[in-house]
């Protein structure tokens, strides 16, 4: 299957500092991206859709100013945490679908993101 | 459909049984199904699809049972091993294309 590697796989920061987490598509071309957020024992929760060249589509509840993403190319989609609080801390997970439509998604490792 | 934050049920089974793991959808408008395994401190890991237009698909040792009159989908592993041991998630997409995830369930093989 296409591989979707993201980076860092953990990060440890100090509250009030910002943290970017990079998603890339290693060897197909991704139109859309999605993030992920996941709290220990539950399920995955959709934040945002990710769309090269244009502004991400936010879920509701979840605020665009302190999670910006940014779909510069069709290879990299990037998620910033800014000002970092605590409650920030869970694992990031992207995901990027090589294909239009309802096909399948390929998901990257995830961050482990620790805001001390 | 949305996904729920609950905490994951889980499913105990000796290696070489059989496992079967269910997911109930919620948005009858969806068309594509996907269940993925996630071993801890990993991202999700694709394991077979299905489409609506299928009630029933297999793959090696898994296979998907589709049912869109009550909105179920279930997964069922043959002859489970420790390996399988993780958390399993079904998702669902329809006209917006974004994967929704269920709730997982976390199977545990005991050897």
């Known amino acids: 299957g296409a591989v979707v590697s993201q980076h860092p796989s953990w990060v440890i920061c100090k509250s009030g500092t910002s943290v970017k987490i990079e998603c890339r598509s290693l060897?197909?071309?991704?139109?859309?991206m999605f993030w992920y957020r996941q709290f220990p024992k539950q399920s995955l929760m959709l934040m945002a859709t990710?769309?090269?060249?244009?502004?991400?589509?936010?879920e509701q509840g979840v605020e665009k100013d302190k999670f910006l993403i940014n779909h510069a190319s069709l290879t990299l989609s990037t998620l910033t945490v800014t000002s970092a609080h605590p409650e920030d801390s869970s694992f990031y997970i992207c995901?990027?679908?090589?294909?239009?439509?309802?096909?399948?998604?390929?998901f990257g490792q995830g961050t482990r993101l620790t805001v001390v | 459909g949305e996904s729920v934050g609950l905490h994951l049920p889980t499913l105990s089974v000796q290696e070489g049984d059989n496992s079967i793991i269910n997911c109930a959808y919620s948005n009858s408008a969806s068309d594509y199904f996907i269940w993925y395994k996630q071993e801890s401190g990993k991202g999700p890991q694709f394991i077979i699809d299905?489409?609506?237009?299928?009630d029933k698909r297999q793959g090696q040792r898994v296979t998907v049972l589709l049912n869109k009159t009550v909105k179920h989908l279930s997964l069922q592993i043959a002859a489970t091993q420790p390996g399988d041991s993780a958390v399993y998630f079904c998702a669902e997409s329809g006209g917006s294309y974004i994967p929704t995830f269920g709730r997982g369930t976390s199977l545990i093989v005991h050897p």
């Open positions: 995901s990027a679908r090589p294909g239009a439509g309802n096909t399948e998604a390929f």
């Open positions: 990710s769309n090269e060249g244009s502004k991400a589509t936010y």
């Open positions: 299905i489409r609506s237009n299928m």
């Open positions: 060897d197909f071309q991704a139109t859309t």
